[in-house]
């Protein structure tokens, strides 16, 4: 087995790691929410119209 698989393969492995730890600590986040209650007083949204597509961003109101 050539240098160069033998470390394709350990990034490989690596690689996969990461992902793994970085999916489990997503999951974990979302399942420690804290659910609350809230009313919606006021709506607005502003749309920019461009060559790319229309871009639709909620307005903050204060």
Known sequence: MSK???MSIILGIV???VAG???Y???QSLSSGVQIEATVESKEVTMD???RG???TPA???
């Open 4 to 6: 160069l698989s033998l």
């Open 15 to 17: 690689l996969l790691g």
């Open 21 to 23: 730890y970085m999916g």
């Open 25 to 27: 600590s997503q999951q």
């Open 49 to 51: 119209s461009s060559k």
């Open 54 to 56: 229309d871009r639709y």
């Open 60 to 62: 903050m109101l204060s």
